[in-house]
Each structure stands twice: as structure tokens, then as C-alpha cells.
């Protein structure tokens, strides 16, 4: 993920999640400062709040690729 492509993965994970894709996420090294926001974006998919209204459908996968980074979030590992 380079520079422009926030907003895109952002809508491409959410809707992914709900049609059952696979999401690949390459070079997330590439946009540290997004991580937060791809975090609480992906707990908020999981959280059983939503679950509730809008179920992540069983096929959906997520696949993220990065280098090693110091300030890259753990809990995303």
C-alpha cells in the first residue's frame, strides 16, 4: 500500500468482509499512519455489535504483507 490507497483499502475490506473475499494488503510498511485506523476498522467487523446487523461472511480472509518495522502494530501480527 502505497501513498492514495488508504481509501481504497478501507472500502475494499468492508465490503470484502461482507461478499466472502479474500484481501490481500501488500506493503502495509508503506502506511504506518494507517494501521490505527485498519485496526479499528477491522474491530469494529468483528465486534458483536456488528456481527449482529452485518455478519462477516465465512470465506472472508484477510492476508497482510509488510517488512519489518519498528512502529508496525502488534496486534495486527
Do not use: V, Y
Not at 484477510?62 to 502494530?73: E, V
Request: overall charge positive; hydrophobic content about 40%; some cysteine.
Amino acid at each position: 500500500m502505497g501513498k492514495g490507497q488508504a481509501e481504497k483499502a478501507k472500502k475494499i475490506l468492508t465490503e470484502g468482509a461482507e461478499a466472502g473475499n479474500w484481501i490481500f494488503l501488500a506493503n502495509c510498511h508503506l502506511s504506518i499512519s494507517l494501521l490505527p485506523e485498519l485496526e479499528s476498522i477491522i474491530d469494529h467487523l468483528f465486534s458483536e455489535k456488528n456481527q449482529a446487523r452485518s455478519p462477516i461472511h465465512k470465506d472472508f480472509k484477510l492476508i497482510l504483507s509488510a517488512k519489518p518495522h519498528p512502529n508496525f502494530s502488534i496486534s495486527l501480527l
